[in-house]
């Protein structure tokens, strides 16, 4: 027993927590306790470390094949908990498998089976038609945010996969939503739940900034411009309408990103990288960042179109105050637009633009991002990066952003003044 205490808290302490939550701490116990677990949890509390923990606790060291399986609805969610897995340094070998990913990646990852697997129902579930590895060992099975998948399509992956997966003892489903059916194939008998949904998101406010156009773009620019150096998420119902907003904002000289369904693949996960080292502050996007994706602590989130049911409002509110920190969400309206009852029965502030916070300016420079050709596979190390840019670069301590290092390529902040001379260098 203590040899797993001690083996947590060196996980802590490399992913800077000092304690796990309540829900964390009860999600913990129930995992190492029963054999269906259904975890209900608010967007932000730490979901996907209350279920990492105990299962890497139970990993067996000596066993070479594939031992948990985790089923995400979208590659973002996937990569996010990959790269948790990862920062946690636990020595096990993860990996996540997605459509959009070379099927070939898939296979080579194979030759050396890792420990987890996470991916989507569509790729997970091929590779199981194609028998790519083995499943005898898999006893345990993630369903994270089971009812997204349910929701956008995967039912019948799911059921096939659940059936191709014979040896399964513990199951664990999570959600952020207590508006859930667990469809009967996925099995549960008895399943323990906890439910920390009642919690609610503490110390998330609800404001309302009144626009004088039904348009709300200068409304939205202006928002913008008063919270600049704070990250932020604005969210819109189209895809359409967010390259008219991106177009806006470019003219107002305000950098940010897009992330929304019908992206390439790497456009999508590059606006994450930017937008997580500080090269964008805002990012605009659908429904499809409401949930699921790998961000920075976010200190408010915009609807710029206001949401059509109370679960999109849940979910995209989700990505601010998260962890018990503070957070705002700004719903713009329109003068002579109505609310919706969810909202109005919250009853938010009204307030003006000059009522938003102004932010402190936190550094005299903005960051730029520069790619590397050259990742884990070609044994480079973060800190291999780090010397690289310190000695070479002759950057300062506090002049070196995030660095994020993939499989085949790396991704590095540094101060934008400076970014033509380091490539040169």
Avoid at 62 to 81: F, G, H, K, M, W
Avoid at 111 to 137: Q, S, V, Y
Avoid at 306 to 320: D, I, S, V
Avoid at 399 to 414: K, P, S, T, Y
């Amino acid at each position: 027993m203590s040899t797993s205490i001690k083996n947590q808290q060196a996980i802590l302490d490399k992913l800077g927590i000092t304690e796990l939550n309540p829900m964390q701490l009860e999600a913990q116990h129930a995992i190492h306790s029963n054999d269906e677990v259904v975890l209900l949890s608010p967007t932000g509390t730490g979901k996907t470390l209350a279920f990492l923990l105990p299962i890497i606790a139970e990993l067996d060291e000596t066993c070479q094949d594939i031992q948990a399986i985790i089923i995400v609805p979208s590659r973002e969610l996937s990569i996010q908990i990959e790269h948790v897995t990862r920062e946690m340094g636990t020595g096990f070998k993860v990996n996540a498998f997605y459509g959009g990913r070379s099927f070939n990646k898939d296979r080579q990852d194979l030759n050396h089976p890792p420990a987890i697997l996470m991916g989507t129902p569509g790729r997970i579930g091929d590779h199981l038609r194609r028998n790519t590895f083995n499943t005898e060992k898999i006893t345990t099975l993630v369903l994270d945010e089971f009812d997204k998948s349910l929701e956008v399509g995967f039912e019948s992956q799911m059921k096939e996969i659940i059936a191709l997966l014979p040896n399964i003892k513990k199951k664990i489903l999570t959600s952020a939503t207590h508006k859930v059916v667990i469809p009967a194939f996925i099995g549960l008998k008895k399943p323990k739940f906890i439910d920390y949904l009642a919690d609610g998101v503490s110390k998330l406010e609800v404001k309302v900034i009144l626009s004088p156009s039904k348009d709300k773009l200068e409304t939205l620019s202006d928002s913008l411009m008063q919270l600049a150096n704070q990250p932020g998420i604005v969210f819109c119902n189209f895809k359409e309408t967010i390259q008219r907003v991106s177009d806006y904002l470019k003219r107002k000289g305000i950098a940010h990103g897009c992330f929304y369904g019908g992206m390439e693949q790497n456009d999508r996960e590059r606006a994450l990288i930017k937008f997580r080292n500080g090269s964008h502050q805002v990012l605009i996007a659908t429904d499809l960042a409401a949930r699921g994706i790998d961000v920075p602590e976010i200190k408010y989130i915009i609807h710029y179109h206001l949401p059509l049911r109370a679960q999109e409002f849940t979910h995209r509110n989700g990505r601010t105050a998260r962890m018990h920190n503070d957070g705002t969400a700004y719903v713009l309206k329109w003068e002579k637009e109505s609310l919706p009852d969810f909202i109005e029965e919250i009853h938010p502030k009204v307030i003006d633009i000059d009522d938003l916070p102004i932010a402190e300016i936190i550094r005299d420079f903005e960051w730029e991002t520069l790619f590397i050709s050259g990742g884990r596979r070609d044994k480079i190390s973060k800190g291999d990066i780090a010397g690289l840019f310190f000695k070479q670069g002759q950057l300062e301590k506090d002049e070196l952003g995030n660095i994020e290092l993939m499989h085949d390529c790396a991704f590095v902040a540094v101060p934008k003044p400076k970014a033509n001379a380091l490539i040169n260098c």
